[in-house]
């Protein structure tokens, strides 16, 4: 494999211990990863694609550099949220990539096309967006609606698994693994699932949070592409997060007091083209998908975990993911007083113990099979009978 360009930012973070100590410590590097796109907008054309990594300094001093088999990770994001935002929200132990770097595993998160830091093709005119969405941005960013000068939709299956095998084969080189996990939460069910799907061979384990998009019955056949549309959507506070997150919640001291404002300020942080766009809001990509289905769960065969809130709507269509896979080796787990955005709220700490339980051992419990259920103070146990 070749590593093509790497540029690495400016700082390798050790938090503030002295050289004696560095071994173990935990280092944060963040590069941007040259990949050559198959976005049907710029197709051939370089982008790059931001990558963070969360690693012990043990491996990173190492003459090698080398991470032992199983200990390597990469997280990929959802439909709004760019990865730090997701998974490396550094407030308390919020942090999923934290917990797992702190016990010795490399851990990589990437973002998107259309995501973050990575390459943003089309979507800093704001004509690309969405018609539906511009009237917000009228008069303070555009004067009147405007007609979209790419008038297509931006990703699509196939350039989203194009982006991740991209990052999958660095992170491979890199540490010196042949295989490493992946956790994809909410749109990242759909990215992780059906990569491992049609790259099965690179992929140790795969850990899913809420995919979004599962349809068993949905369609194989790969679309026309570009597909008509817009490049561009915009999802401002009140639909983010009054709307989808906390107008979901149920029970008491699901969020820390201050969470939410602390979490939409990240939003404009990760976001400061579209933070000056109308009211504020963070940007994503448009998005063709197909083939997340029955057939596509039948191919996976590593071992896989589920997890999601009993407030997701998506818990049912994620039970049928559950019942779907062709792993073996599967778990299912139902959280107890947790939303969507579980990465937030106080169960966080349900998604990192388990995630690591099936990390270390492909098991939960004790369990390599089975449905469970995690109560309102993270005790996991089995599952009643339905």
């Known amino acids: 494999m070749v590593v093509g360009k790497i540029r690495l930012a400016a700082f390798a973070l050790v938090a503030g211990l002295a050289p004696a100590a560095a071994q173990d410590s935990v280092q944060t590097i963040d590069r941007l990863v040259a990949h050559v796109s ?70 990589f998160a990437m973002d998107m096309t259309g995501y ?56 491979r080189e890199l540490r010196g693994v042949d295989k490493i996990a992946l956790i994809g939460w909410s749109g990242g069910g759909v990215r992780t699932g059906t990569y491992v799907s049609r790259h099965p061979e690179k992929v140790e384990k795969l850990i899913v949070f809420a995919s979004s998009n599962y349809d068993r019955k949905t369609s194989s056949e790969k679309p026309q592409l570009p597909a008509p549309d817009a490049p561009t959507t915009i999802q401002n506070r ?43 809001g963070l940007r994503a990509p448009s998005r063709t998908y197909w083939g997340w289905n029955a057939e596509a769960a039948g191919k996976i065969k590593v071992p896989t975990l589920i997890m999601v809130g009993d407030q997701d709507r998506l818990m049912p ?28 709220e106080k169960q966080a700490r349900v998604l990192h113990e388990a995630s690591l339980d099936w990390l270390e051992n492909t098991s939960l419990k004790g369990a390599a099979t089975g449905r469970f259920r995690a109560d309102e103070q993270g005790a996991i146990a089995a599952a009643p009978s339905p």
């Open 116 to 171: 973050g830091r990575s390459g943003r093709p089309m979507m800093d005119d704001p004509c690309n967006l969405d018609p539906k969405q511009q009237a917000a941005l009228v008069p303070t960013t555009i004067a009147a609606p405007c007609t979209a000068k790419y008038p297509f939709e931006l990703v699509n299956s196939d350039s989203e698994t194009a982006d991740i095998g991209r990052v999958v084969d660095f992170i």
């Open 238 to 280: 009140r639909v983010g997060v009054d709307q989808r997150w906390l107008g979901t919640v149920k029970c008491q001291d699901t969020v820390e007091r201050g969470m939410p404002e602390m979490i939409w300020s990240l939003n404009l942080q990760n976001d400061p083209v579209g933070a000056t766009w109308g009211t504020g």
């Open 317 to 344: 269509s994620n039970q049928n993911l559950f019942d779907d896979l062709g792993a073996e080796k599967k778990v299912f787990l139902g959280i107890s007083c947790a939303t969507h955005f579980m990465v937030w």
């Open 38 to 107: 198959t976005v049907p907008a710029i197709a051939g054309k370089p982008i790059d694609l931001f990558v963070r990594e969360k690693v012990p300094a043990s491996i990173v001093n190492s003459p090698d550099g080398k991470a032992a088999a199983g200990k390597v990770v990469l997280f990929v994001h959802g439909g709004y949220s760019p990865s730090t935002l997701a998974f490396d929200v550094a407030y308390k132990n919020y942090s999923w990539m934290d917990h797992l770097a702190k016990r010795g595993y490399s851990v």
